[in-house]
T-cell receptor, first 112, second 113 residues
Framework: AQSVTQPDIHITVSEGASLELRCNYS??????LFWYVQSPGQGLQLLLK??????LVQGIKGFEAEFKRSQSSFNLRKPSVHWSDAAEYFC??????????FGKGTRLHILP | KAGVTQTPRYLIKTRGQQVTLSCSPI?????VSWYQQTPGQGLQFLFE???????NKGNFPGRFSGRQFSNSRSEMNVSTLELGDSALYLC????????????FGPGTRLTVL
C-alpha cells in the first residue's frame, strides 16, 4: 500500500541548531517526493520536490532534502534553524497523474 | 498574480445539512485539488479536477463530490453532513498536475454541530 511515514510528531531544536526531519515512504511506482510547510497565517507552501536527477534537492528558505532509494527515505535538513521556521512540516509522495499522499506531519518547535 | 482564494473562510452547519465550498485557482492554472485536514487524519486528498473532469479521487464516501467549471473555478459539495466532516478544507491549484508546484488557498474551516 502507498504510504508516507513521518515518525516524529514533535521535534524541538534550539535556534541556530541543525535540523533533520525524517520521512519514509512506500510507493510502487517511481515517486515524486515533496516537502510542504504549514505556518499559521501562511497556509501550506511547497519547500522542495524531487523526481529524478541529483538526489540532494535544494529548496526555499535554506532547506534541502536527500532522496535515498535504498532506504525509501526523503529526509529534510537545514543547517541552522531560525525562530521563523517553527511550523508543521509535511512529507508527501505522488506519481505523475496519481493522487498525492501526505504524511501526518511533524511539528517543529524552536527554543530561543 | 492573485493567489488561490476560497470562500467562505468559515462555516458552521448542523448534521444532515449539505454544504458547498468554492475555490478560485491562480489564473492560468487548470488543475484544482481538494484536501481535508483534521487533527486525527492529517491531510487527505479528496479529488483533483482538470479541464472540468475529475482526474483522481481519494478514499472518501460519495457524499463528497466536486466539479470544475470552464474557467477552472471549482466547487466541492458535502451532503448529509456528519460530525466527523468538521475539518479544514484546502484547495490547491497547479498549472497541469498535482506533481507541478501546487499553490494552496487559506482553506475553509467547516464546523458541523
Amino acid at each position: 500500500a502507498q504510504s508516507v511515514t513521518q515518525p516524529d510528531i514533535h521535534i524541538t531544536v534550539s535556534e541556530g541548531a541543525s535540523l533533520e526531519l525524517r520521512c519514509n515512504y512506500s510507493y510502487g511506482a517511481t515517486p515524486y517526493l515533496f516537502w510542504y510547510v504549514q505556518s499559521p497565517g501562511q497556509g501550506l507552501q511547497l519547500l522542495l520536490k524531487y523526481f529524478s536527477g541529483d538526489t540532494l534537492v535544494q529548496g526555499i528558505k535554506g532547506f534541502e532534502a536527500e532522496f535515498k532509494r535504498s532506504q525509501s527515505s526523503f529526509n529534510l535538513r537545514k543547517p541552522s534553524v531560525h525562530w521563523s521556521d517553527a511550523a508543521e512540516y509535511f512529507c508527501a509522495v505522488s506519481a505523475r497523474d496519481d493522487k498525492i499522499i501526505f504524511g501526518k506531519g511533524t511539528r517543529l518547535h524552536i527554543l530561543p | 498574480k492573485a493567489g488561490v482564494t476560497q470562500t467562505p473562510r468559515y462555516l458552521i452547519k448542523t448534521r444532515g445539512q449539505q454544504v458547498t465550498l468554492s475555490c478560485s485557482p491562480i489564473s492560468g492554472h487548470r488543475s484544482v485539488s481538494w484536501y481535508q485536514q483534521t487533527p486525527g487524519q492529517g491531510l487527505q486528498f479528496l479529488f483533483e479536477y482538470f479541464s472540468e473532469t475529475q482526474r483522481n479521487k481519494g478514499n472518501f464516501p460519495g457524499r463528497f463530490s466536486g466539479r470544475q467549471f470552464s474557467n477552472s473555478r471549482s466547487e466541492m459539495n458535502v451532503s448529509t453532513l456528519e460530525l466527523g466532516d468538521s475539518a479544514l478544507y484546502l484547495c490547491a491549484s497547479s498549472p497541469d498536475r498535482v506533481t507541478d508546484t501546487q499553490y494552496f488557498g487559506p482553506g475553509t474551516r467547516l464546523t458541523v454541530l
